[in-house]
């Protein structure tokens, strides 16, 4: 089977070089040469894509920002590339949710090898990071169906967007930052108090109706989704 990559980088040199290199290896690869043309790129073969090699530094919208973006709804297997060495941006690119890091210039076995290791972490998860369950609480990320129990729960865009965040990580407590910056961007000038109330509308959708209460408040701190939640 051939697994296809996304590759965004913007410079022709390096392209020029990998593009043939992943073919070689039996990968079929599409280019962005921007973030924003990531970003579209993406949404439209999202279904068929299998892994995704981000640069850095790019026009329109960085790397990190595109990171972010993808991984509001999205697992897929994520190689920052870059040629900043500095600690804090690996820190930061693993913290926004890459899956690996490479550093300009690296040897194109050492590229393959990762893409390699991802690929097979990615099959052995099987179909796992399409459904998550809580109890009776189900979100299929491939369907975008919500139910608990034998009910459809309808949620708007950003309600879902909210549910999946937190169902993605049950049982860690989020503050409401990392809520807002999951959801909402980094780059939301709105109210933080905001994730509070989608809290609410989620809650009365989610919990409201059902005898075990999933979405808990830590107090000081922010959101849980648990079915054993104790203060």
């Given at each position: 089977?051939?697994?296809?990559?996304?590759?965004?980088e913007d410079e022709d040199a390096l392209t020029s070089?990998?593009?043939?290199?992943?073919?070689?290896?039996?990968?079929?690869?599409?280019?962005?040469?921007?973030?924003?043309?990531?970003?579209?790129?993406?949404?439209?073969?999202?279904?068929?894509?299998?892994?995704?090699?981000?640069?850095?530094?790019?026009?329109?919208?960085?790397?990190?920002?595109?990171?972010?973006?993808?991984?509001?709804?999205?697992?897929?297997?994520?190689?920052?590339?870059?040629?900043?060495?500095?600690?804090?941006?690996?820190?930061?690119?693993?913290?926004?949710?890459?899956?690996?890091?490479?550093?300009?210039?690296?040897?194109?076995?050492?590229?393959?090898?990762?893409?390699?290791?991802?690929?097979?972490?990615?099959?052995?998860?099987?179909?796992?990071?399409?459904?998550?369950?809580?109890?009776?609480?189900?979100?299929?990320?491939?369907?975008?169906?919500?139910?608990?129990?034998?009910?459809?729960?309808?949620?708007?865009?950003?309600?879902?967007?909210?549910?999946?965040?937190?169902?993605?990580?049950?049982?860690?407590?989020?503050?409401?930052?990392?809520?807002?910056?999951?959801?909402?961007?980094?780059?939301?000038?709105?109210?933080?108090?905001?994730?509070?109330?989608?809290?609410?509308?989620?809650?009365?959708?989610?919990?409201?109706?059902?005898?075990?209460?999933?979405?808990?408040?830590?107090?000081?701190?922010?959101?849980?989704?648990?079915?054993?939640?104790?203060?």
């Open positions: 089977m051939t697994n296809t990559i996304l590759l965004v070089y990998l593009i043939p290199e992943l073919q070689y290896e039996n990968y079929q690869v599409i280019l962005a040469k921007d973030g924003q043309e990531a970003l579209n790129l993406y949404d439209n073969n999202r279904g068929n894509l299998d892994l995704i090699i981000l640069d850095w530094m790019l026009p329109k919208l960085d790397g990190l920002e595109v990171l972010r973006r993808i991984r509001k709804n999205d697992d897929i297997p994520v190689i920052m590339m870059t040629a900043r060495d500095y600690v804090g941006d690996k820190v930061a690119g693993l913290d926004s949710g890459a899956d690996d890091y490479i550093t300009k210039p690296f040897e194109i076995e050492e590229l393959l090898a990762r893409i390699r290791v991802l690929l097979r972490h990615k099959e052995n998860k099987g179909q796992r990071s399409d459904l998550y369950t809580v109890q009776d609480l189900t979100l299929n990320t491939k369907s975008r169906q919500v139910t608990r129990g034998n009910n459809i729960i309808q949620l708007t865009q950003r309600e879902y967007e909210l549910l999946l965040t937190l169902i993605k990580h049950a049982g860690e407590t989020l503050t409401r930052d990392e809520l807002l910056d999951s959801v909402w961007g980094v780059d939301f000038e709105g109210q933080p108090n905001v994730v509070d109330v989608y809290i609410r509308y989620l809650r009365n959708k989610v919990d409201r109706s059902f005898p075990t209460q999933l979405i808990h408040t830590v107090r000081g701190i922010g959101y849980v989704l648990t079915a054993n939640y104790k203060e």
